[in-house]
Structures are given as C-alpha cells and as structure tokens.
C-alpha cells in the first residue's frame, strides 16, 4: 500500500512540475477576435465626465438644497437613511471629529463620513455624478447633482440652507478635512 501511495505522490509531484509546451502564451493569442469597434469620438466624451479637485469638468447647472432634499427622500434615502445616517449604507452625514484619528481609534472608524472626512466638495459632485444612485448609476441629470450635493454639504454643517450650488460656487466651498490630506505632488503640472 505504501509502494502503491509513493508512486502516486510521484506520478502527482511530476504531472505539477512538467513544463509547458514550446509554444508561449502569447504565440496563442490571436491578433484580433474579429468583435467590437473602436470608440466614437462622442461615446468617449460621454464617458469622459470625472470632475477635478480644482472643479475641472463640472457642467454647467446649478441646484439649491430643497430640491436636493426632495431628489435625496426619492432615490437616496431608501440605502442611506432619511438624514444620512441611519444607513443601511454609507453615511453621508457625520460629527466632527477634531483629531482626524479614524484609522487609530475603532470607536470613531464608523463616524467617517462626508462632512468629516472628504477634502474636496467638487470630490462629493463627481461620485454622486458617476456612481448614484446604486440601481442606476450615472442616471442623474447635472442639474440634479448639484442639488443632492448641495443637500448632502447642507446636511453635514457646510453650506447654508438656501445654498445654491453651480461651477463656480462648489469650488469655492472649503471641506473641513481638506487640510488633513497630503497633496500628492507626482500628479502635478
């Protein structure tokens, strides 16, 4: 039996160590599959609407906080709660949190949110734009961006209630965690 589990383990230990065939993976791959075709200049722009720090690529629009609170009970409130704490999902609204120790202190971990958290504003209106809401992505119009941002800054203590935001006005709001990030110098020109 022994024999028998020995030339096993060998016939298996050889089989893992063969080496492959002579030709190489990529002497295998075709040079094209014969699908698809290259992106229209109009397919790429429509793609291409990621947002700056400094506010480069925000659309033209505006939107206040009430109708940024009436779009946020409709499409944003059911995954992160009436006021933006209670969840299920991400919290959008948080305290403050003087000594920025997220990563140090469990007790705080789950208080990051937009308010305490994000340095840049433009930073809120880009994600909103690309990735909300969670069942239909992308689906907002600019002018409905700029109100659910409007409504989530108002939320967290950071613009006024009868804010209304557009290009011009959202560069200018100053984060309060904007100074707690370090700015990555390779990224500039």
Request: charged share 20%.
């Given at each position: 039996?022994?024999?028998l589990?020995?030339?096993?383990l060998a016939?298996?230990v ?6 492959p ?7 295998s791959v075709?040079?094209?599959f ?6 229209t ?8 609407v ?6 480069r690529?925000?659309p033209?629009?505006?939107?206040t906080?009430?109708?940024g ?16 704490v ?5 919290r ?5 949190v003087?000594?920025?120790r997220?990563?140090?202190d469990p ?16 930073t809120?209106?880009d994600?909103?734009?690309r ?12 002018n409905e ?14 613009v006024?209630r ?5 290009s011009?006005?959202?560069v200018?709001?100053?984060?309060p ?11 500039r020109?």
């Amino acid at each position: 039996m022994r024999a028998l589990a020995a030339a096993a383990l060998a016939a298996l230990v050889a089989a893992c160590t063969a080496q492959p065939p002579a030709s190489t993976a990529a002497e295998s791959v075709p040079d094209a599959f014969g699908f698809g075709r290259p992106a229209t200049a109009a397919e790429i722009r429509a793609l291409d609407v990621d947002v700056a720090p400094d506010g480069r690529g925000l659309p033209p629009g505006s939107g206040t906080v009430a109708e940024g609170e009436r779009l946020y009970a409709a499409q944003c409130a059911v995954c992160h709660g009436a006021t933006g704490v209670e969840g299920p999902w991400d919290r959008l609204v948080g305290d403050s949190v003087p000594d920025f120790r997220f990563g140090d202190d469990p007790s705080i971990s789950g208080r990051r949110a937009i308010g305490n958290y994000w340095p840049y504003a433009t930073t809120v209106f880009d994600y909103v734009r690309r990735s909300m809401p969670h069942n239909q992505p992308g689906t907002l119009s600019d002018n409905e961006v700029y109100g659910v941002t409007a409504w989530i800054l108002w939320r967290n203590g950071i613009v006024e209630r009868d804010a209304v935001l557009d290009s011009a006005s959202l560069v200018a709001v100053r984060m309060p965690a904007r100074d707690r990030f370090v700015p990555d110098s390779a990224t500039r020109r």
